[in-house]
């Protein structure tokens, strides 16, 4: 039995922005988070004062490895003007911003501060491939690394758990790429703004350009089982079923309940927070969930007193297919062993009852590991705003969103809910 | 004109623990936080249940680096069997476990957290010195790094404009070095708990017993200016300026001011906290002065309602001989340009009126740059609790200790104000 957590202060957003997902040669850390903050300072409704910042919180995961730096908390303080205020990075893997997010919801609750910004930021792109990969190695836990299991490999052994378990196939998986796939155009922020078709088009274009002889491939699943366009990463991991390398930033201005009209009359409040810390695939009971999502699922809907059942559209942690239908799973969405069914009935879709990865999810949005977390809920911040343009979800009443985040293969995991009251 | 911080609810130390500081090589950060953890437990006068812990924070600069593992929330976590509950993992270069400490307090201050376990660790001495260097040069700001400006230089440059600035001289260094030494051989957990004298005389026993001549060192300022034993590392940083290469762990029971009875009757509590950022030396108005420190020590007293003149003795980051210096003047101990004269009168002795490290610091305890925030605030526990053995501050009526930590080169830094009452 959980104990029911609560906050002695309420804690709101006023203001949320985040940089272009993709690859950059031409930018680094500082340009991305400049990028994501000049957006946050800018949707604010009634303007805010940066000096009135009293804190920051920057999430990152290893930029030690990927740029050779460390000590992101002050760089970033000093970059958007805030020296001598703290600044403190936070890391846990690819969750390290939702960590950052979290400490900047106690920082005010604990009534020491009032405003705080808190983002994250990662620079990957100007190592190669197999160094990303080596970097990547760096949040599994001991053991996993050692005996060289790679985050494909750890998620195809989940999906041929899975498999094994409830009689799933790759199919279901496709279903989970094609979905994410066709939110993505509607992002102007992501890092692959295409459908599957058209990325097929494109293909049988350029195969027709090239003189090569062009396959019939008659619809997106039959693209996606194509191993020349499709091949296996660590079976049944495919390419598509992977999120790619990217460079980003996101932040966002947490305030106290007590002050937002003073920034907005539209805020999206902090309605539930969880966290969870995980063992490794070696020492846990089960290979189709993660203990550490449940955990902090149960304290994020303890808080904010709602179930899985409130919940009206999520960004949940795609940093494989299999990963998306893991966490559906877990938070209570679907039963265990149902929601590669729900997806195939088009559950998680844009029109779906239960719209999952808006943004095109890590899988198409991008992954700029350190990032992350602050970028799902800036997803989730601009849909409850309504502010989503052509991937808006179409439900009236839209009031409560929620974000998963998930480091390292579930050493931790975050779930956020926010609300629009 | 800086708003005077409080929190909601008060936090009390229930309990505290430190690994040995040295050079392991049969250790590595599990088995020292293990040995940290252990002796916390047994420190609690009532006792606790680890299943009592609400959520840890654990600071680590960069076992990236120096290990290839990142991601150390859920690896402790796993470790004390706190799983699935949350683990963060907080990085402020040699301040990190300052900022897990400093994360504790708010989670619990904030209403969702009760009993929050706090530490540090980080394990150094599997690399070679060379490569210790490049790993430390990951927390300098950008410019400082990228023109190969290394800590030991830093600190140098420091020392030449104080010797300018004010009329100090190497000699004025020295005292720091001989008081930390003579601290040392009292505090069962130093690396090296030897004074300068007893070092000088086995350095003696040794060249006679090789035949060698033998200097005529006078005393120990003489020992320390023949070049041979106390070779310069970057002028006027000479080797027994610097602190060591050290693995270790460190970590504290924070627990409600409204629960405390039931761990202790001796609890102790926290008074004030602080933080600041920095923008690093090239951006500086002064070389004799961290802005970052004076910040935090605005905002720790602030809370505290105490002046400088109330702090009966402290921690503060002696990193570099030199480093120690300018803290005492940096946090109100000493005017600008007067603590050299005053540490030559024995003014931060242990029985004199405002000791400074009892513990030996950094110099002589070691520094594990991870483990160093919470062992500072150990020691200041272990002081205030009248524990510290033969190394006691021998005051009646001690009542309020502080810690200070740096972290790179001034980018974070913290003071923490600690309070028997």
Redesign the interface.
């Known amino acids: 039995m959980l104990k029911k ?5 309420g804690v709101a957003i006023a203001g949320a922005g985040m940089s272009k997902f993709g690859m950059f040669g031409d930018k680094n850390s500082k340009d991305l988070f400049a990028e994501a903050f000049s957006e946050m300072l800018a949707s604010i409704d009634k303007g805010a004062d940066p000096n009135d910042i009293d ?2 919180y920057v999430g990152n ?2 930029n ?2 990927f740029v ?4 992101w ?3 970033v ?2 970059l958007i003007g ?12 690819c969750a390290s911003s939702a ?1 950052a997010f ?2 900047g ?3 005010i ?5 009032d405003i705080v910004l808190v983002g994250g930021v990662e620079d990957m792109s100007k190592r190669t491939t197999e160094e990303v990969a080596e970097g990547l190695a ?5 053991y996993e ?1 050692e005996v060289g299991f790679t985050f494909p490999g750890v998620f195809g052994a989940l999906a041929t758990a899975y498999f094994a378990k409830y009689g799933a196939s790759r199919e279901d998986l496709m279903n989970i790429t094609i979905k994410s796939h066709n939110n993505a155009p509607l992002n102007p922020k992501a890092q692959f703004p295409f459908t599957i078709r058209e990325i097929m088009e494109m293909r049988k274009k350029s195969m027709t350009r090239k003189g090569l002889p062009v396959p019939d491939w008659s619809d997106e699943k039959a693209f996606l089982s194509d191993p020349s366009v499709n091949p296996a990463v660590a079976w049944p991991m495919h390419l598509y079923d992977c999120c790619p390398i990217s460079d980003g930033a996101s932040c966002m201005l947490l305030v106290a309940e007590d002050i937002v009209s003073n920034f907005t009359d539209d805020p999206i409040y902090v309605a539930g ?1 969880g ?6 695939l070696h ?1 846990s009971d089960s290979l189709t969930s993660f ?2 999502t ?3 699922a149960r ?1 994020a809907y303890g ?1 904010a007193g709602l179930g899985p059942e409130s919940i009206q559209f999520a960004e949940v942690h795609d940093c494989f297919s299999m990963a998306e239908l893991v966490h559906v799973e877990d938070l209570g969405f679907f039963e265990p062993g149902k929601g590669f069914r729900a997806i195939a009935e088009g559950a998680t879709a844009l029109n779906g009852p239960v719209p999952i990865n808006t943004s095109g999810g890590l899988k198409c949005k991008g992954h700029p590991v350190g990032a992350t977390g602050v970028s799902q809920l800036y997803e989730v911040w601009t849909q409850l705003r309504g502010k989503a343009g052509d991937r808006q979800v179409p439900k009236e009443n839209l009031r409560v969103g929620a974000a998963h985040n998930l ?2 293969t579930g ?2 995991c975050t779930f956020t809910i926010l609300e629009r009251r």
Chains 1, 2 share one sequence.
């Not at 050779?68 to 000590?71: D, F, L, N």
């Open positions: 957590r609560k906050l002695a202060r804190a920051l995961f290893s030690d490895y050779h730096q460390s000590h908390g002050p760089i303080s000093d805030l020296t001598p205020k703290p600044a403190t990075r936070t890391e846990g893997a960590l979290r400490e919801v106690f920082a609750a604990s009534g020491f501060y760096l949040a599994t836990v001991p690394g927070i966290q969870g810390s995980g063992r490794g020492a203990e550490a449940r955990y902090a304290e808080m480091g390292g050493g931790t």
